[in-house]
């Protein structure tokens, strides 16, 4: 597996500033020469550590969740990285080494590792190798419901698990980490692939709100009511209800990292 991982910097002063950044109200698009230095954040607990917030609950961003893309350099670590109770988590890892201690047990995520934390849950994080490693870090406040305990954590990997087609096509798959059926999660991260040629042939338009990170590969990908090109590094935000449909020319896979919430009624008091 290969997956894109920002590595900041930033750009001579003879570049011009055209770029692909787009805010509007129905989607973002943030792309990957936005990573730079200049706009990385320290996170509190954290040591020798930064990270890139791509999405918050905000007017012009997520209305559901937060976005982060970490980077540890080596020795490190948060002893408490969630402080918030009630909210639970999934790390992705992009690149390097990460030591995640989970009640007690201890992991060890390379690339393509994955963890669901589960509300209330007790774990640490610390970078015990000799190269910076770096992480999607995607938190929601978890909506219980009445009748259903919280879903557990587990870890597993993106390697490990078989994708899944979508109904009619072996050119658009999803990698699915948790049951979508399973009224204990509220949310899910999961991976899509859409092979060369693959397509959304609708435009989809769902209550859902989704973070899409591109992993690898190219695409235009319809926004409402624009035709966007995106590749590797790239992340889109799509508001509940903007229409998105998909076309992945190739060469290669088109792979994103998708966010959406699920599984719960809509609240009205």
């Not at 011009?16 to 805010?23: G, P």
């Not at 320290?42 to 970490?70: D, H």
Request: with cysteine; aromatic share 10%; hydrophobic share 40%.
């Amino acid at each position: 597996m290969s997956y894109y991982t920002p590595a900041g910097g930033l750009p001579p002063q003879t570049d011009l500033l055209t770029d692909r950044a787009i805010v509007k109200l129905a989607y973002t698009v943030i792309p990957k020469g936005v990573l730079r230095d200049i706009v990385t954040s320290s996170l509190p607990g954290f040591t020798n550590t930064r990270a890139w917030i791509i999405a918050k609950p905000t007017p012009s961003s997520a209305q559901t969740f937060s976005q982060l893309i970490v980077e540890i350099a080596p020795g490190g670590a948060a002893a408490k990285p969630e402080v918030e109770a009630g909210v639970e988590g999934v790390v992705f890892v992009t690149t390097g080494r990460l030591t995640l201690t989970l009640e007690g047990e201890t992991h060890v995520l390379e690339e393509g590792g994955y963890a669901f934390l589960a509300p209330g849950s007790n774990w640490s994080l610390a970078n015990e190798g000799d190269e910076i490693t770096s992480f999607h870090w995607i938190r929601k406040a978890y909506e219980w419901i009445e009748g259903v305990d919280a879903p557990a954590s587990f870890v597993t990997r993106d390697q490990d698990i078989e994708p899944t087609p979508m109904v009619g096509t072996d050119a658009w798959l999803t990698t699915r980490f948790a049951d979508s059926n399973d009224m204990a999660h509220d949310m899910q991260v999961n991976i899509v692939t859409f092979k060369p040629g693959g397509s959304i042939p609708f435009a989809e338009t769902h209550v859902m709100e989704h973070g899409l990170f591109v992993l690898e590969g190219k695409a235009v990908y319809r926004l409402n009511d624009d035709w966007v090109e995106v590749e590797a590094g790239d992340y889109m935000l799509l508001r509940a209800f903007c229409p998105q449909a998909c076309y992945a020319g190739g060469p290669g896979d088109f792979r994103y990292l998708l966010y959406k919430d699920m599984n719960r009624q809509i609240k009205l008091t």
